[in-house]
């Protein structure tokens, strides 16, 4: 059987561009790491803060380098113009907004905000005791996958950073943060998932603009959807991971 990352989109057919990448977001929304077991006991309310503070933990791991993620796809982007959205999300990344005429802030850098709901489920934030989470293997595993993004074709990075992942962070975050609530977390507390389900609405879309022009042939169109897939088959792997962590 052909993996999520080797199936062929649209019997063959050459799509243009912009139907290719709207047809890639869809499949991607309908990839089983947007509708996996994990995720739905978090829309259930049936994730208490024990296994929050696995998730968090482990999570955090990831997300304190999704700024090195982004300026790994900007270094091997060739082109300006698709460069511009992912410099645009690095100073978001670091509490920068353009639209409000606010410059970086290191009270709102993505990852302080993810200490504010780390604190909230007991976990002490000082740096020493950050450094020594050790997170699941699969943790590990799909951090490692991130961060050698920079060994990756240009094309197939923008395939796993764009519609593989910051497209589909306002549907899982939401089940995320929904969870966290039913759990007892307050609004500011998961002020973290409800920034980036705002945010990346406009980060795919700038995301989606950057890739458009290189999604024009055949060859390319594959390397995207390998990279989207291929990311979130490795998102599915640590969700599994996750889930038999916390006992779910």
């Not at 990448?21 to 829309?43: G, R, T």
């Not at 460069?83 to 302080?112: C, F, S, V, W």
């Not at 042939?217 to 599915?236: C, S, V």
């Amino acid at each position: 059987m052909l993996s999520v990352a080797e199936k062929p989109m649209g019997g063959g057919k050459i799509m243009t561009a912009e139907e290719f990448v709207d047809q890639l977001q869809q499949d991607c929304l309908d990839h089983p790491a947007l509708n996996h077991s994990y995720l739905k006991k978090f829309e259930a309310g049936k994730v208490d803060k024990k296994a929050i503070r696995i998730f968090g933990e482990n999570y955090y791991c990831f997300s304190r380098y999704f700024s090195r993620y982004l300026a790994a796809l900007v270094a091997i982007t060739p082109f300006e113009a698709s460069r511009a959205p992912l410099i645009k999300n690095l100073h978001e990344e670091y509490g920068g907004r353009q639209e409000e005429n606010r410059d970086m802030d290191p009270e709102l850098t993505h990852p302080a905000i993810f200490r504010r709901f780390l604190r909230s489920v007991g976990v002490d934030t000082s740096q020493e005791t950050l450094d020594a989470i050790k997170p699941i293997p699969e943790t590990k595993l799909f951090v490692d996958k991130y961060l050698n993004i920079r060994f990756l074709d240009y094309i197939t990075a923008f395939g796993a950073l764009g519609p593989g992942t910051e497209y589909i962070v306002p549907k899982m975050y939401t089940y995320i943060r929904e969870g966290c609530k039913k759990a007892g977390l307050s609004d500011d507390e998961v002020l973290f998932f409800t920034a980036h389900i705002e945010l990346d609405v406009e980060h795919a879309e700038g995301l989606k603009e950057g890739l458009i022009p290189f999604a024009q042939t055949e060859e390319n169109q594959e390397k995207l959807r390998f990279g989207a897939m291929d990311f979130l088959d490795a998102r599915t792997v640590l969700w599994d991971g996750l889930e038999r962590a916390s006992g779910l």
